[in-house]
């Protein structure tokens, strides 16, 4: 609203007055001010006060979204006003009007068409008092300072106010001007005490007052700043000029003698030095205005930052490798047992001259499932080796040049991304860890892997090229380490320049060991506890590792150990207790229901029912096959969501079974009259491998035979239509399961009679082991009599 002030004189009033209630702002007495009313209730209020007495009463809302304001939602002290004019426009009308004195509404009629209300006035009380004289002289001291700072005032109010009027006047009319909420202004004109007002009003204008002098010392500094930007544009270039009719550097110059410094410094090899002069020969010949001054700048701040003979000392001890390894990471045994021979390898190159120039060893190629410590072990190759490791994940990249680079004549040009993590490093002999190499893809704009070839083959890479370099950088002296969770999705031609080490899926009692060494004291540090505030009992972190995670690596049993510690952090934290202990029994409290309950073998001994074992990427598991006959005509269903290979064991296993009618002492047509229906129980998880055509070719047996499978023995093995137990894999988490299951007896291939050594003794001791090599044995090992 429009604000206009002038000065009148007050004229009281003992009766009932119309009330009309505004949604902001404050009317002040002895002001003038335009108000635009919409609601129906002001509208009528405004009208029928105009066509009577033309006096009103104007008291503010205490909250401004009230469409329908009662008694609580007005101001109990508003003004007295009359209106001067009105002009009414489509369903709102604007009114001028003058306030004349405070009022209190003692009474308001909520139940006309408009509000009514019985008020007392408030008139000003003009103390003999010295002090008002002088408060009366420092806020138009002060009111006159804050519109030299740009206060906005109505000029003829303002020298009205100069000219001198009487205090209440002078007070009310500048509050009326003061930029404060709508409360503060409430709160100004209900303070009926002169001198406490003139206090209040010169209280918040003298606050007002410096928000405007530090509005204006902000406006005078960035005027100062852009005057001096201006003044040091036009000496720069008056400078230029000098320095140009003296013979001194320009700053292009300076920037010039910089790259040759550099160049000289970096004891480039021949063939980069020949490339480096010709561009800075280039580089300085060249305007700055030319699109290509800013790509050759460019490109000569990255081949001269690049460590063409930077190296990290090469303290390769095999001992502290091995202290590191162990330290860093439990278990994976024979992981380290290559890392320690791959390190060897590099202590003997450098101990003999001769091989100083032959190819490192071949490329490392971690492969396993998430969580197991792939990425991790790379960096404690690092640490061990004093030098400097650089990761780059590779997973998603489709564009050939994320590999080798863009050409640099392209807008927003870069380096590959192996040259720009060697740079980002600053040695030429980093441990570089290509992360996700299975998951890069292939589209239009290239095949990634391929450019990988050179990078990675020991033999190409002294001199691998990237795009945007222009020039052979040697990258044999790095050592590259990559990962994968599979190996079908690499390429053949790739996979060919790798050396495969296959990280297994940890076992519960590795997982255990981990936790207790590694994860307790990380999730301690990142919840912020001590280890003598929090006590994780065996029981209870056995509990968890079991019961809360299915996995292969360890990150879920970190995750569930942090949802501990932060609730003894909470406990603590909260006063509550200063030491928190953890028991098997308050997992369900903390944690929630048991998500994962272990597969038990079954304790009775049923014809039809084999226990088989599995192989998972989250370790190993126990599967049932059953085995159902039923009157038919020779159909054989399998279900159970079975792979394409399962199935096909099913089927292997079916024909041999069909083949021994007679030493089974089965009728030759027997398979004619009846139907075959194999089940392999959870339904919705997919299975698929050869391991179990031992144990469908045993349930099969059974069923037709009538002799029950012992419920303590398990199996594996892939078997072929003349009966033969063939070798699998996965031996090592198949038997840990089998034994988590409560099984005693395992049957598996004589073949994987050499994978026991990898069984844990806690495991193998408590198991009776039975090698075969063809179904019969497996029958008479199997069912019972």
Request: charged share 30%; hydrophobic share 40%.
């Amino acid at each position: 609203m429009a604000i206009i002030l002038k000065n009148h004189a007050a004229s009281p009033s003992n009766r009932s007055y119309i009330v009309a209630a505004i949604r902001d702002g404050v009317i002040f007495p002895h002001s003038e001010v335009v108000l635009t009313f919409g609601r129906p209730r002001s509208v009528k209020a405004v009208e029928q006060s105009f066509q009577t007495s033309r006096e009103i009463v104007f008291v503010t809302q205490k909250r401004a979204q009230v469409a329908d304001p009662q008694q609580a939602d007005l101001y109990s002290v508003g003004v007295l006003a009359t209106i001067e004019r009105t002009l009414k426009t489509n369903q709102e009308i604007n009114a001028l009007v003058r306030g004349l004195t405070r009022v209190h509404l003692d009474q308001v009629d909520f139940s006309g068409s408009y509000l009514t209300a019985q008020v007392t006035e408030l008139p000003d009380t003009v103390p003999v008092d010295p002090r008002l004289e002088a408060m009366n002289r420092h806020l138009l001291n002060d009111f006159k300072r804050a519109v030299n700072l740009g206060k906005a005032v109505e000029f003829l109010n303002f020298m009205k106010l100069m000219s001198g009027v009487e205090a209440p006047e002078l007070v009310d009319q500048i509050a009326a001007t003061l930029d404060i909420p709508t409360k503060e202004k409430q709160q100004v004109l209900e303070t009926l005490d002169l001198l406490h007002r003139f206090e209040v009003v010169i209280n918040k204008l003298n606050h007002e007052i410096q928000i405007l002098e530090i509005e204006k010392n902000i406006t005078s500094k960035t005027q100062k700043k852009f005057d001096k930007s201006m003044r040091e544009s036009v000496l720069r270039e008056r400078l230029r000029t000098i320095q140009k009719e003296l013979g001194d550097e320009s700053d292009e110059e300076q920037e010039i003698d910089e790259f040759k410094k550099k160049a000289t410094k970096a004891k480039l090899p021949a063939e980069v030095k020949q490339k480096v002069d010709k561009e800075i020969n280039r580089f300085t010949k060249m305007s700055v205005h030319s699109p290509e001054y800013s790509y050759i700048r460019t490109w000569l701040e990255t081949v001269l930052d690049m460590p063409w003979n930077t190296r990290s000392r090469n303290n390769v001890s095999i001992k502290k490798a091995e202290q590191v390894l162990e330290a860093d990471h439990y278990g994976l045994t024979e992981v380290k047992e290559r890392i320690i021979e791959y390190l060897s390898v590099l202590t003997l190159k450098k101990q003999n001259p001769a091989l100083k120039d032959r190819a490192v060893p071949t490329i490392l190629c971690f492969v396993g499932p998430p969580g197991v410590g792939k990425t991790s072990i790379g960096r404690s190759i690092a640490r061990a080796l004093h030098r400097k490791f650089v990761k780059v994940s590779l997973g998603g990249i489709r564009d050939e040049a994320e590999i080798r680079g863009h050409r640099r004549t392209y807008v927003g040009a870069m380096p590959g991304r192996i040259i720009q993590g060697v740079r980002q490093v600053g040695t030429r002999n980093p441990v570089f860890m290509l992360d996700e190499i299975d998951k890069v893809g292939v589209d239009f704009r290239g095949d990634p892997s391929a450019a990988l070839l050179e990078a990675l083959d020991p033999e190409q890479n002294r001199d691998f090229s990237d795009h945007y370099l222009e020039v052979p950088f040697d990258l044999s002296e790095v050592i590259f380490i990559t990962t994968a969770n599979v190996l079908d999705t690499i390429p053949p031609a790739l996979k060919d320049r790798l050396e495969i080490i296959t990280f297994s899926g940890y076992t519960e009692i590795e997982k255990l060991q981990i936790a207790k060494k590694h994860l307790m004291t990380k999730t301690l540090q990142a919840n912020g506890l001590r280890r003598s505030q929090i006590t994780l009992k065996p029981e209870a972190l056995k509990g968890i590792a079991k019961n809360y995670t299915r996995e292969a690596g360890v990150r879920n049993l970190e995750r569930e150990i942090s949802k501990v510690m932060r609730k003894a952090a909470k406990r603590i934290a909260s006063g509550e207790t200063s030491k928190v202990t953890f028991g098997k029994k308050d997992l369900v409290k903390y944690l929630g229901p048991i998500k994962f309950s272990d597969t038990l073998a079954e304790k009775l001994s049923e014809p039809g029912l084999a226990t088989g074992l599995a192989w998972t990427q989250v370790g190993g598991d126990i599967i049932f096959v059953e085995v159902a006959i039923m009157p038919g005509i020779g159909k054989v269903i399998l279900t159970g969501k079975l792979g394409q290979v399962m199935q096909e064991s099913a089927k292997a296993a079916w024909s041999y079974v069909r083949s021994r009618w007679q030493t089974l002492g089965l009728p030759r047509d027997f398979y004619k009259r009846i139907d075959i229906h194999v089940h392999v129980p959870e339904g919705a998880v997919p299975k698929d491998g050869p391991s179990a055509g031992v144990t469908i070719a045993t349930a099969l047996i059974s069923a037709l035979t009538k002799k029950p499978v012992r419920s303590d023995l398990g199996m594996t093995g892939e078997i072929t239509l003349r009966g033969r137990v063939l070798e699998i894999g996965g031996v090592k988490e198949k038997v840990i399961a089998g034994h988590r299951a409560g099984l005693r007896r395992l049957i598996l291939p004589k073949s994987n009679k050499k994978d026991l050594i990898n069984i844990p003794a806690s495991v193998s001791r408590d198991i009776s082991f039975q090698f075969v090599d063809h179904m019969d044995q497996v029958l008479k090992l199997a069912l019972k009599a």
